[in-house]
T-cell receptor, first 116, second 112 residues
């Protein structure tokens, strides 16, 4: 079945450092790929997405490129802020038969802590 | 999040008791999902629904049942709670077709 693997955390950075969180996937066909962010005590929020190979999703300074040849969707940000401290989840979505149920398969999550 | 409400937000219950969690949406979306979140596992799908009275099992459905008698409400029931069901439960709504989800704020359930 489909699966998503994220880099082990937690990740601790100083403010303004460069961030990379690795994400690779195993899936048949052409899934859509997502990054979600979860701030303390809250639900998950969609951060960015890409629906086909070579697409780049971007939002709030974060970027990720859908790389089908390496089955990867790594999250990057050039200069992190304390407010970026959160848990980040990579996920994929497949269509199910002829009906788009859009079920998401999640990675295990990566905790990011940014210090001033 | 706007348009989706989970209740209760927190609950402590005893082993063997039934528990029902509620997810309510105001946006008339067809698809609704129940996930549980546990450390080291990310989010795992319990059950989902693609319309009134249309539901199906996810990857961790044992010990859980769901009902959807109205578009706006999706109920998750633990028939006889066990300690292994201590978790944070998230409801989500979606349009399907690769647009991602909107998540509720979660229910933290503790089974003692």
């Amino acid at each position: 079945g489909d699966s998503v693997t994220q880099m082990e955390g937690p990740v601790t950075l100083s403010e303004e450092a460069f961030l990379t969180i690795n994400c690779t996937y195993t899936a048949t066909g052409y899934p859509s790929l997502f990054w979600y962010v979860q701030y303390p005590g809250e639900g998950l929020q969609l951060l960015l997405k890409a629906t086909k190979a070579d697409d780049k999703g971007s939002n709030k300074g974060f970027e990720a490129t859908y790389r089908k040849e390496t089955t990867s969707f790594h999250l990057e940000k050039g200069s992190v802020q304390v407010s970026d401290s959160a848990v980040y989840f990579c996920a994929l979505s497949q269509k199910s038969g002829g009906t788009s149920y859009g079920k998401l398969t999640f990675g295990q999550g990566t905790i990011l802590t940014v210090h001033p | 999040d706007a348009g989706i409400t989970q209740s209760p937000r927190h609950k402590v219950t005893e082993t063997g008791t039934p528990v029902t969690l509620r997810c309510h949406q105001t946006e008339n979306h067809r698809y609704m999902y129940w996930y549980r979140q546990d450390p080291g596992h990310g989010l795992r799908l319990i059950h989902y629904s693609y319309g009134v009275k249309d539901t199906d099992k996810g990857e961790v459905s044992d010990g859980y049942s769901v009902s959807r008698s109205k578009t706006e409400d999706f109920l998750l029931t633990l028939e006889s709670a066990t300690s292994s069901q201590t978790s944070v439960y998230f409801c989500a709504i979606g349009t399907g077709d690769n647009y991602g989800y909107t998540f509720g704020s979660g229910t933290r359930l503790t089974v003692v």
